[in-house]
């Protein structure tokens, strides 16, 4: 019984050590996402809504000013997994890309000074996001680092260990009676890179940082590439957390408080498409594009399959689960809550789909696709919030997914499948090095 089951398994379109990485990124996301949502499970139940509103805000602009950061390490992934057999090569990536992520932290600090008072940000606040874009830096670069390896073990691993080492310092600051947004905040920086230091003790990273592979050449060249990569992080930034903008400077932070609360807990349905999209993107960079046309079907299937059930679940049982969470303290999070549920759905299919053309070294697709969604949700958020209030907040933020899924559907179905063969291709390693 137990080999025809085998003989079964081995038969799926998905092979078996792609099975195997999606469940080892899928626990260790799972994990992770489980503390950071803890983390704001507490936090909201440490502060009140206002101080709760506050931190939630802090957070959006962080998103936003962490644009160039989030972004910077971007790619590396791909070429780590093109190059296996070439360390050497390998390590002239890691090298350059670690030189530009760490000139785009000090430009992103440059950047920050200018936006703390248009930001209405005070003294602490300002620090704490400060703190966060250099945590930013160390914590995507190791993932993608790990991800171009293959070491998804060790990435699940370090990424959960980052958020039980911030769910724990807030959970020690208020017990001690210290509860403030701006604390809340300069601790949630310091944990990529505490997690950063203690991986190096029990599973260092074997790609090594030579200062002699860093050329100026090679550093232009990764920035042209992960151009778009940045723009698209930008709208993102600005997508994710426009409507919780938009609502705490329409409404009020106690308004922006309820709706993150709400927001916070549709983020679970982004476990699946996570988990597909690390764990496939190295293995599609290297296929060929007929048997990627095949693959990007069967991830589509699967994630039909992890998506959607938990949505209606989630949608179903909303009341239960917010009561759960939050108790009474939030009296409006619910409002949204069904579009936001559904916002994030669609959301997770453009993910699958942005996935495939990053993995073929194409992020302009992606980029392109985040700029409709962005004008989209802001312009609606606009004319909804005044009327519908939070309802409205959630609606934008559907709407805005909604048409990133669609330009990014339209654009895979021609350059892909239009023709016999792929009318866009894989971008070849040698258009990359110096």
Do not use: C
């Not at 989030?70 to 990536?93: K, V």
């Not at 190791?142 to 911030?166: E, I, K, P, S």
């Amino acid at each position: 019984m137990m080999t025809a089951a085998t003989k079964l398994i081995r038969r799926l379109p998905f092979e078996l050590s792609l099975i195997r990485s999606s469940a080892v990124v899928f626990a260790g996301n799972a994990a992770a996402r489980l503390l950071g949502f803890l983390f704001y499970i507490v936090a909201a139940r440490l502060l009140d809504p206002a101080d709760f509103g506050t931190l939630a805000y802090a957070l959006a602009i962080l998103e936003t000013a962490a644009i160039l950061l989030n972004n910077a390490p971007g790619g590396l992934s791909r070429f780590l997994s093109r190059n296996q057999e070439d360390r050497d090569r390998q390590d002239h990536f890691y090298s350059n890309w670690v030189a530009v992520t760490a000139l785009t932290l000090v430009v992103s600090l440059v950047l920050l000074i200018p936006v703390i008072p248009v930001a209405r940000l005070s003294g602490w606040l300002a620090v704490g996001v400060g703190v966060n874009l250099a945590n930013i830096a160390v914590f995507e670069t190791y993932l993608q680092a790990q991800r171009g390896l293959g070491r998804f073990v060790v990435m699940g691993v370090y990424y959960t260990l980052a958020n039980l080492l911030q769910l724990v310092a807030v959970v020690i600051a208020g017990l001690l009676g210290w509860r403030s947004a701006s604390l809340f905040l300069v601790l949630y920086g310091f944990s990529a890179m505490a997690a950063a230091g203690l991986m190096r003790l029990v599973a260092p990273t074997p790609l090594s940082f030579n200062f002699r592979m860093v050329s100026w050449r090679q550093i232009m060249r990764i920035t042209r590439y992960i151009s778009p990569l940045v723009a698209q992080g930008l709208l993102y930034a600005f997508w994710w957390g426009a409507d919780i903008i938009l609502i705490g400077r329409l409404l009020s932070a106690t308004a922006a408080g309820n709706y993150a609360a709400g927001k916070t807990l549709t983020q679970i349905l982004v476990l699946a498409p996570t988990a597909l999209m690390m764990a496939a993107s190295p293995r599609l960079a290297r296929q060929s594009e007929a048997a990627l046309r095949k693959q990007v079907i069967h991830l589509l299937g699967l994630a039909s399959l992890a998506i959607l059930p938990p949505a209606a679940l989630l949608a179903l049982a909303q009341g239960p689960v917010a009561h759960l969470a939050y108790g009474s303290k939030y009296p409006n999070v619910l409002d949204a809550f069904t579009a936001l549920d559904v916002g994030v759905v669609l959301y997770g299919f453009y993910m699958v789909l942005a996935s495939v053309w990053g993995a073929l070294g194409r992020p302009m697709v992606g980029a392109a696709a985040s700029a409709v969604g962005t004008v989209a949700t802001v312009a609606l958020a606009f004319l909804l919030i005044p009327t519908l209030g939070l309802v409205g907040g959630g609606i934008s933020f559907a709407v805005g997914a909604g048409a990133q899924l669609a330009i990014v559907a339209v654009f895979t179905a021609w350059g892909l499948y239009s023709g016999a063969k792929a009318k866009v291709g894989h971008l070849p390693d040698e258009a990359m090095l110096a």
